[in-house]
């Protein structure tokens, strides 16, 4: 049990929360695994080109996109630890193009689909970067196969994600709350430091690339510009940060599709789906533009999409405004 005046450490929270109780004891194994994963990923981040860890590797993903060194690094740990944790039967990742099946029948199995460092252009300049996570369960007795990973992102059991900032904090979100926890580097282990986050009803930022703004159509290039009217901007190009950002002090991100992008830029299964989970678990929304992200039936493993993500308010009104609703 925790001691009175000493922090809860991420352990004793996911031990009250269900090992003691018998429950999802697999779920806990999945959380400490993404921790000690994120610590192997922090220390690499912060020793970035001291360790000789940045750049490309020259070759590209199933994006289509430059695969940097820290990217191909982040996937290997978190796929090792995932595995290692004996609960998780199957993973999908953005940086590798088909699923990963772990091999054993893994009785409680979860699915975890993560895209394990979001934000690579920011890593050779030392911006806030980071890790997200979605964990669905399988169903008892079902063999894991491709098509297991296209679950709908209301049939999550929990998400989290890691911002390597200014400090390291996981935000774990499951159905009845959202904890964030803070890295003690001195001793490796995570503390609850935001407990109970909701995302605050006030909303002070708005979060686009404004550079986009040419590509819009009517009705977005509008909604975009009601934000621009009320709300100050703050884009750090890394999605992870501008979510935390404003999941913290509110606020509303907005990366629409466009004339270039009609399916959008980000990721469905590992970015908006996880997101979109932790959103509406601290009483935010998340968006197409036109329709509820986590209602979305996927089709492919790396589909795009559009998103609107944050103060539920906010979020309703830029969507009724896109979709002239
Ligand atoms: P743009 C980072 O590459 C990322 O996937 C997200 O983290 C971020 O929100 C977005 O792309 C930034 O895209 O087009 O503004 O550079």
Not at 160 to 186: E, M, P, Q, R, W
Not at 208 to 232: C, F, H, Q
Request: charge should be negative; hydrophobic fraction near 40%.
């Amino acid at each position: 049990m925790p001691v009175a005046g000493k922090r809860t450490t991420l352990q004793e929270y996911v031990a009250s929360k269900w090992e003691n109780k018998g429950q999802n004891l697999g779920l806990g194994a999945v959380i400490m695994a993404i921790a000690d994963g994120s610590r192997k990923v922090q220390e690499q981040v912060q020793q970035a080109s001291l360790a000789d860890v940045l750049g490309t590797t020259e070759e590209t993903n199933i994006q289509g996109e430059i695969v940097q060194r820290l990217d191909e690094a982040s996937s290997n740990i978190f796929v090792e630890m995932l595995s290692q944790s004996g609960h998780v039967a199957a993973i999908g990742c953005e940086e590798i193009e088909n699923p990963v099946i772990v091999e054993g029948n893994v009785a409680d199995g979860f699915i975890v689909l993560m895209d394990p460092l979001d934000g690579s252009s920011n890593i050779d300049v030392a911006v806030s970067i980071g890790s997200i996570f979605g964990i669905w369960q399988k169903s008892p007795g079902e063999t894991v196969n491709d098509a297991s990973l296209l679950r709908k992102g209301n049939e999550q059991i929990a998400a989290a994600y890691v911002v390597y900032g200014s400090s390291t904090v996981l935000v774990l979100a499951t159905k009845d709350n959202v904890c964030g926890f803070t890295l003690d580097v001195s001793t490796g282990s995570y503390a609850v430091t935001h407990p109970n986050i909701t995302i605050p009803a006030d909303c002070p930022y708005y979060s686009t690339n404004e550079g986009n703004s040419k590509v819009l159509d009517e009705p977005t290039k509008k909604a975009i510009g009601l934000l621009r009217d009320k709300y100050s901007q703050r884009y750090v190009g890394s999605l992870v940060a501008d979510f935390h950002r404003n999941l913290l002090k509110g606020g509303i991100f907005a990366y629409p599709a466009d004339i270039n992008r009609k399916s959008g830029r980000l990721r469905l299964m590992y970015e908006a789906n996880p997101l979109g989970f932790v959103a509406e678990q601290a009483g935010g929304a998340a968006s197409t533009g036109y329709e509820r992200i986590l209602d979305i039936t996927p089709t492919e493993l790396h589909q795009r999409t559009p998103l609107i993500l944050g103060n539920k308010d906010v979020v309703e009104s830029t969507v009724s405004v896109i979709s002239g609703s």
